[in-house]
């Protein structure tokens, strides 16, 4: 038998009231944050599914700050190469037009323009770091200045690439890898041999280049013109490849957007709370609210105490 008391009876109804409160506080957060939890055990049976799709949405966004860098240094690389190319199409341009007007006035001074241009192109950096340099990324990859310095009779061309073979790789996403690195050697090796070749001929016996162009003059420039749509095609190629690199990563960009779009979609599954059933639960939240207390003030007004009165 259980016994009826006043205290048995105040606490009953005041641990009523104190659990109401708290369904009406939980009511309110979910409708005010439009969550269902503000933790893990808020998700019970799920927590583990929405943690280990956390950790997934985690990584993905990892591997996205990680590309937004590699295309920052693919687009450097992209403006490198462009800019040998375009030296090597200008050197192609200006001897072609010395040809036809047989004069070679200025030939030498825009030749010289076209080198630092490419050496420029060649020693590019990113980030403070030299692009082209491989794993030597604080050492000037090429280090001539001039083209008088490549046809220094104690130093090859090799002698002034000072890369290393280190060639750098990035992985984009769980399953794709690419090849970023390009060297300063591979890429200039061509380039300088032709500039060499051109400063040879102008310190040589035939040379220099000026006024009206003689006819070894003439047999030479023609002779190097095939060499020059050479060295432009492989850079070109070489432009080409770099610009396939920055459309896969453009692809892998786009692919983890998406599925960080679909995890977003799936843990709001778990996660959000249906607007509509969070304010309905606070309404009932607070009608049980108010009938508790009423009855609290209905326990007190049946007191033994007020009958004694």
């Not at 040809?99 to 403070?128: C, H, I, K």
């Not at 200045?145 to 490549?150: E, G, H, K, Q, R």
């Not at 060499?196 to 003059?217: R, Y």
């Not at 749509?229 to 080409?240: F, I, P, Q």
Request: no cysteine; net charge negative.
């Amino acid at each position: 038998m259980n016994r009826v008391s006043s205290n048995g009876n105040y606490s009953a109804v005041l641990a009523n009231i104190q659990a109401a409160q708290q369904r009406q506080m939980e009511a309110g957060a979910r409708v005010a944050t439009q969550k269902q939890g503000t933790d893990l055990k808020g998700y019970a049976r799920n927590a583990e599914m929405l943690t280990a799709m956390k950790s997934i949405d985690a990584r993905l966004g990892g591997y996205r700050e990680q590309n937004k860098l590699i295309t920052d240094k693919l687009t450097t690389q992209d403006f490198a190469l462009n800019q040998l190319t375009s030296s090597a199409e200008g050197t192609r341009e200006t001897i072609a037009q010395a040809l036809a007007s047989g004069r070679a006035d200025t030939l030498m001074q825009d030749l010289q323009g076209f080198f630092r241009n490419s050496v420029d192109g060649l020693n590019a950096r990113y980030g403070g770091k030299y692009v082209f340099a491989g794993g030597q990324i604080d050492t000037l990859p090429v280090s001539a200045t001039a083209l008088s310095d490549l046809t220094n009779p104690l130093k090859a061309i090799a002698d002034f690439f000072h890369n290393d073979d280190f060639v750098t790789q990035a992985k984009v996403d769980d399953s794709t890898t690419v090849t970023t690195g390009l060297l300063a050697n591979n890429l200039g090796t061509d380039l300088m041999s032709a500039f060499k070749d051109l400063q040879a001929f102008q310190e040589g016996v035939d040379g220099p280049f000026q006024g009206n162009l003689t006819d070894n003059q003439r047999i030479f420039l023609e002779g190097v013109l095939a060499n020059w749509d050479s060295v432009r095609k492989e850079l070109v190629n070489n432009t080409a490849r770099n610009g396939m690199v920055q459309t896969r990563v453009d692809s892998v960009k786009v692919d983890l957007i998406g599925r960080q779009n679909s995890l977003a979609g799936m843990m709001g599954d778990i996660t959000d709370a249906d607007p509509a059933e969070a304010a309905t639960a606070l309404q009932q939240a607070g009608v049980a609210v108010q009938a508790a207390a009423q009855v609290f003030l209905s326990l007190q007004n049946s007191s033994l105490l007020n009958v004694l009165r």
